[in-house]
């Protein structure tokens, strides 16, 4: 049974760092692509981030430069590094895996499999 956990969220003032976990079990990150959304207030579930294991990642305009998706293997662990962080980054953040198919990493929510519960990220200015 896969599961997803998030932590690290919080309340940070602009321009600040935060740094998101997510513990996989049930998994191995080499058969999955891992990726983060999140949801603001009022606002549809939006891609983050995502990775493949040894092979690449992509990020959404909005946070490239400023956020980094990594995992550790050893761990079973993805992170998301937030940096200058702003007030539009407030949000739940969530961890979902999607079965690593022939094609590239999905920006899609509805490609994605599983789901973490999400945690908040609360950016003041």
């Known amino acids: 049974q896969v599961q997803l956990v998030e932590s690290g969220g919080g309340l940070v003032q602009a321009g600040g760092s935060l740094r998101l976990s997510c513990a996989a079990s049930g998994l191995i990150f080499k058969f999955w692509d891992m990726g983060w959304f999140r949801q603001g207030p009022g606002k549809e579930r939006e891609f983050v981030a995502a990775?493949?294991?040894?092979?690449?990642?992509t990020y959404t305009d909005s946070v490239k430069g400023r956020f980094t998706i990594s995992v550790d293997n050893a761990k079973n662990t993805v992170y998301l590094q937030m940096n200058s962080l702003k007030p539009e980054d407030t949000a739940v953040y969530y961890c979902?895996?999607?079965?690593?198919?022939?094609?590239?990493?999905?920006?899609?929510?509805?490609?994605?499999?599983?789901w973490g519960q999400g945690t908040q990220v609360t950016v003041s200015s």
């Open positions: 979902a895996a999607d079965l690593r198919s022939p094609r590239s990493i999905s920006v899609e929510a509805n490609a994605y499999d599983y």
């Open positions: 990775i493949r294991t040894g092979a690449t990642s």
